[in-house]
């Protein structure tokens, strides 16, 4: 957590710091084939192959739904993150001076 005596941009190094070490152990935790079970269990449980809404449900029901797809979506997106990276590098972009 960063501090409040940091500069900003210690503050800045902290939280990336911080976003890596999240998305490092999503990646831990979903690796291998236990992995694998936990997210077709999630998968399962948190509607990820079928609608949110269904017809005649209360808004609260859908909300409820949605919210629990939002979450297996944010583990999704960590996982993916990783794999584009892995798979497209950054390209490394110099900075020219003028003359």
């Excluded at 990336?16 to 936990?38: K, M, P, S, Y």
């Excluded at 797809?69 to 999704?76: Q, T, V």
């Excluded at 794999?83 to 001076?97: G, H, M, R, V, Y």
Aim: net charge positive; with cysteine; charged share 25%.
């Amino acid at each position: 957590m960063p501090s409040p005596s940091q500069s900003p941009t210690e503050r800045r190094a902290a939280a990336v710091q911080a976003e890596t070490n999240r998305l490092a152990a999503i990646r831990r935790c979903f690796a291998g084939d236990d992995g694998a079970v936990i997210m077709a269990w999630l998968e399962n449980v948190c509607n990820y192959h079928v609608p949110v809404f269904i017809p005649g449900a209360s808004s609260d029901t859908t909300a409820f739904r949605d919210g629990r797809r939002s979450i297996l979506l944010e583990i999704k997106a960590a996982l993916r993150t990783r794999q584009d990276a892995d798979s497209n590098p950054p390209k490394t972009i110099t900075a020219t001076k003028k003359k």
